[in-house]
């Protein structure tokens, strides 16, 4: 999810000092209930006129996809997970910070009748919105909890495609995040991430700042300790694009870019001479 | 747990294989279901228990609130 130009400039929460893991969620949570209220993700007063739409054909969503679910796209993205990898019919796929829907809408026309889509996220007025949405269009092959993206409410190996699209940047414990994204995947299992990255360290002041935070930034890590991170969790990864022209678009030339990667989850290799 | 059938939809009792594979966000121990309203496609509301921890989380509108519960209240 992220900001629109602007909102840089229209800090409207009064924050100073390092933020607690507990304050961060609060701060996105606010934000985005907000966001599902107005539906937009721009601050009242930027005066940026991209709407959800265009922001959706520059960060790659084919016309024939905004026209799936249009009220679905709330504009918060940072690229288009569906787009980097291949979505089978029958497979389960989970949906790591759902919004409004739209992403999981996507996924379950190309799951079909013989798959489904669980879509997670932790803000009522995203999952209401989620909900009335799948309703009003008859998805009958997608559900929605209410849950963290770090402790999910999902059964180990039970996960075909697991997608995110510029959400996992808000959460204060990456690491934790990726891990379980690892635990809940079946064997073979892969996961396809549009997510924010720096390109170069930020100020503490801007770290803290609930409005960077909120809006993909202030949370954001440098993509090599990204990398490292989904490493870490057990991933195979493969880096499958760079936007680095997001950040003049989007995020008033912040040092960063929008990065598309593929995570797999990958038996361990034999090691000759050792047995496990 | 949205389980309309309106135009893509699944049978009747895929509303329960769509319980399938949730769990505790905790413990991840498997939950079972006490509907208290549901209709032909969708359980609208009633409880989650956990099996080992014994939580009951709520399903209200059709959406289960799995949010570790040391964090509902807050939430």
Known sequence: ????????????????????DEEIIQVVKKHYSKVATNGTGCCDSCGCDAGPEDIGRMIGYSDEELANVPEANLGLGCG????LGNIMEGD?????????????????????????????????????????????????????RKGYIHQLPVDDNSIDVIISNCVINLAPDKLAVYRDAYRVLKKNGRMYVSDI????????????????????????????????????????????????DISKIQYDGLPLMSLKLGAYKLPAPKVAGVTS | MHLNTVSHGMPDNM?????????????????????????????????????????????????????????????
């Open chain 2, 15 to 75: 509303k329960h294989q769509m319980l399938d594979n949730i769990c505790c966000p905790v413990c991840k121990e498997a939950l079972s279901l006490k509907a208290e309203k549901e209709n032909d496609v969708e359980i609208l509301a009633g409880f989650l228990t956990c099996k080992k921890c014994k939580f009951d989380y709520l399903i209200q509108e059709g959406i289960p609130n799995l949010l570790p519960p040391e964090l509902q209240k807050t939430m």
């Open chain 1, 92 to 144: 389960t796929v989970l949906d790591l910070g759902s919004g409004a829907g739209f992403d999981c809408f996507l996924a379950a026309r190309k799951v079909g009748r013989s798959g489904k889509v669980i879509g997670v996220d932790m803000t009522d007025g995203m999952l209401e919105l989620a909900r009335k949405n799948a309703e009003k269009h008859g998805f009958g092959n997608v559900e929605f």
């Open chain 1, 80 to 83: 288009n997970p569906l787009a």
């Open chain 1, 1 to 20: 999810m992220k900001p629109l130009t602007g909102m840089v400039l229209c800090s409207r929460y009064a924050y100073s000092g390092i933020m607690k």
């Open chain 1, 197 to 244: 990255v720096l390109l170069a360290e930020l100020s503490e002041e801007q770290k803290s700042d609930p409005d960077l935070v909120a809006g993909c930034v202030g949370g954001a890590l440098l993509m090599d300790d990204y990398l490292a991170i989904v490493k870490k969790a057990g991933f195979r990864v493969e880096i499958l694009h760079e936007d680095r």
